[in-house]
T-cell receptor, first 114, second 112 residues
Framework: AQSVAQPEDQVNVAEGNPLTVKCTYSVSGNPYLFWYVQYPNRGLQFLLKYITGDNLVKGSYGFEAEFNKSQTSFHLKKPSALVSDSALYFCAVRERGNTGKLIFGQGTTLQVKP | NAGVTQTPKFQVLKTGQSMTLQCAQDMNHEYMSWYRQDPGMGLRLIHYSVGAGITDQGEVPNGYNVSRSTTEDFPLRLLSAAPSQTSVYFC???????????FGQGTRLTVV
């Protein structure tokens, strides 16, 4: 069965510093991978996805993520964090050929301090 | 564009009551899903559908029923509410396996 793990409940970073939010996955075969962000009392918003091709994917608001097949990871990164990036971040995976089941990780709270 | 619309936004139920959470999308998406969000648990998939007339169970289906009679609508039914079903519920839709999901604003359900 497919699964996603986000090993950190919270990541703290100072404004202007680089940030990384970690995600590892388990699927049989090649995955479709996604990152979403949730601001307080809101629904989830799409940030970026990996489908195929270049392992480094660029998305919204300056975020990027690196797909590493050997380590089954899809870590979210940003070169310079903003206070406004503080939110809850979710990694999600969908198996290729699966009937559409999209599974999410537990979420990681990102706190960016001025 | 309305996107994914969930109603109601808030609901309080008594144990044993039944209700239906509504979800509608106007993007002609084939894939629709229901999730519940609980602190520390992330989003857990309840039921999903890959098209009208086709539904399947997710990670936590017990206590919930769904149907998909049209492409646009995917209601979630609680037949006999329990306090363990207190949660925030999100509906999502997408056009294909490789496309991003669009989420509704959520329904905050409290069962007392």
């Amino acid at each position: 069965a497919q699964s996603v793990a986000q090993p950190e409940d919270q990541v703290n970073v100072a404004e202007g510093n680089p940030l990384t939010v970690k995600c590892t996955y388990s699927v049989s075969g090649n995955p479709y991978l996604f990152w979403y962000v949730q601001y307080p009392n809101r629904g989830l918003q799409f940030l970026l996805k990996y489908i195929t091709g270049d392992n480094l994917v660029k998305g919204s608001y300056g975020f990027e993520a690196e797909f590493n097949k050997s380590q089954t990871s899809f870590h979210l990164k940003k070169p310079s964090a903003l206070v406004s990036d503080s939110a809850l971040y979710f990694c999600a995976v969908r198996e290729r050929g699966n009937t559409g089941k999209l599974i999410f990780g537990q979420g990681t709270t990102l706190q960016v301090k001025p | 564009n309305a996107g994914v619309t969930q109603t109601p936004k808030f609901q309080v139920l008594k144990t044993g009551q039944s209700m239906t959470l509504q979800c509608a999308q106007d993007m002609n998406h084939e894939y629709m899903s229901w999730y519940r969000q609980d602190p520390g648990m992330g989003l857990r998939l309840i039921h999903y559908s890959v098209g009208a007339g086709i539904t399947d169970q997710g990670e936590v289906p017990n206590g919930y029923n769904v149907s998909r009679s049209t492409t646009e609508d995917f209601p979630l039914r609680l037949l006999s509410a329990a306090p363990s079903q207190t949660s925030v519920y999100f509906c999502a839709s997408s056009s294909g396996f490789h496309t991003e999901a669009f989420f509704g604003q959520g329904t905050r359900l409290t069962v007392v």
